[in-house]
């Protein structure tokens, strides 16, 4: 379900609609190659499009609610991530286990994480390990955001990860581990 999600949402980025997402998205210096890379999508103004868009797949309203993907109001099911940049997160058999979306104009509530589900579990896992799975480098980089990896990655940096929105866990240490056998980490911090 977050597969065909994931699909919904690159198709509304490449279509009228998405215009403005990419334009910011080219304004913090992501190219078109990243953002394929990356999967990027956007969501739409729409309180049903990906709901409407899942239920002509075959997919129940619960099956949606579990996957985080929207919300139970008083309408209705409507989508969780409205007019939002959309980031998948993938494991490290890149599948998508699940979302970041970021707001590009209203700057409250700037970005809003799938919660934590059977297959998304922000204490385990990373943004980027599907991309470091395949780095030779002796070295991991640990960055402060998603879009430090993306960029880091633009820049040739493939071994670049960061957290979910989660303090730094023995479990996200092992995920690292496991790809990064005798290579060191590093954390890549903002200065202000």
């Not at 700037?110 to 480098?137: A, C, P, T, V, W």
Request: proline fraction near 1%; aromatic fraction near 10%; charged fraction near 25%.
């Amino acid at each position: 379900i977050n597969e065909r999600a994931a699909k919904y949402y690159c198709s509304l980025l490449l279509s009228n609609h998405g215009k403005a997402a990419i334009s910011w998205l080219n304004g913090v210096g992501l190219s078109e190659d990243t953002i394929k890379q990356f999967s990027l999508g956007y969501t739409g103004k729409e309180r049903c499009g990906v709901v409407g868009y899942l239920n002509d797949l075959g997919y129940r309203n619960e099956q949606i609610l579990e996957a985080g993907l929207a919300d139970s109001t008083e309408r209705g099911i409507e989508d969780k991530f409205i007019d939002r940049i959309m980031i998948p997160i993938k494991d490290d058999e890149y599948r998508v286990i699940g979302f970041l979306g970021r707001r590009i104009v209203d700057v409250s509530s700037i970005y809003l994480i799938s919660q934590d589900n059977s297959i998304l579990e922000k204490n385990r896992n990373l943004f980027g390990l599907d991309h470091i799975r395949e780095s030779n480098e002796q070295f991991v980089i640990l960055c402060e955001g998603v879009f430090d990896v993306m960029v880091m990655n633009q820049a040739g940096y493939g071994m670049a990860v960061s957290l979910l929105g989660a303090g730094f866990t023995m479990e996200h240490a092992k995920q690292i581990k496991k790809y990064t056998q005798n290579k060191k980490l590093f954390l890549l911090r903002k200065m202000n």
